[in-house]
């Protein structure tokens, strides 16, 4: 099996997929360094600039009462002074934690929703390839057995995808930690997330290869079932169709990934150190995943090529 990865590995360099995809997370590491820039004075934050551009004109921390035009603090409905506190976003006790998580909570959420389709996109023809003739006159003469030529083949694209994952979120993390001295290992939590969701869509791309042959389909039909999951997860869907497919409609969001869910709830939340929720969103995705896996293992292992 190990020859089969690096041969898998081998072919993803031949073909500047790792290269293509390190790239783009490098430059976009490098241009959120080099773009957001703050100031911090005593721990605290006294200016930020976005690409040269002041962000924050007048700094504002938690806890700093609200003052109406006369110069008088403006009080509650209980008569007590209002503050900034509860305003600040992604769970920040300052403004400048604040910053930090919003930064941290767009890099894990365009590492989510863009660089799962890139890495798709890159490595979606692998398993097609896997059954063309020629291709597999070659690999399965080999004295493996299908599953682990199969096997291998996964392994080798999990490799790379955890790598890059690792690569980016921890670029950021210490870019983010050293400009502002805030050190939140909580944002490296969202890696296994989105390395975990990516295996969910490539476990589609590897049953419609294998069933198949066909990458684009792999593809065509992968993008689909995102397409139908992120319907499926509109919270209201259920009480504003027919009561006939009600039933239906709630059992396929059951059934189905939710890549909505994960994607706009759990790794936000993760990467802000905010309260992620359930988890069933992420375990009956990671479920549906390792049905699809099951499934492509014993087609590829019966069928005739």
Known sequence: MTGLILL?????????????LFVVATVVWIALAFALQLDVVDGSLAG?????QEA??????PGQPLLDEDGNAILDDEGNPRTDGTDLPFNGDTLLESVVFTAQAFVSGAAYWIGILLALFATGGLIASLTE??????????PLSRSSVLGGRLLAVMVVMLALL????????LVMSIKTGIWSPRFLLAIPVVFGMFAVVYSVVTLVGVWSGS?????????????????LAVPELPTQINRTWRPIVVGAYHLLPKFGNVGTTMVPQLATGGDVGPLYPLLSSLAFGAACYGLAFVLF???DY
């Open 8 to 20: 898998t590995l081998r072919e993803l360099r031949a073909r500047k997929v790792v290269v293509g």
């Open 48 to 52: 930020a600039r976005l690409f040269g």
């Open 56 to 61: 924050i004109e007048e700094p504002i921390e």
């Open 133 to 142: 003739r020629g291709t597999a006159d070659v690999v399965l003469t080999k």
């Open 166 to 173: 690792t690569y980016l979120f921890g670029a950021v993390w």
């Open 215 to 231: 990458a684009p389909l792999s593809l065509i039909v992968t993008l689909g079932l995102g397409f139908v999951t992120l319907v």
């Open 301 to 303: 292992s019966r069928k």
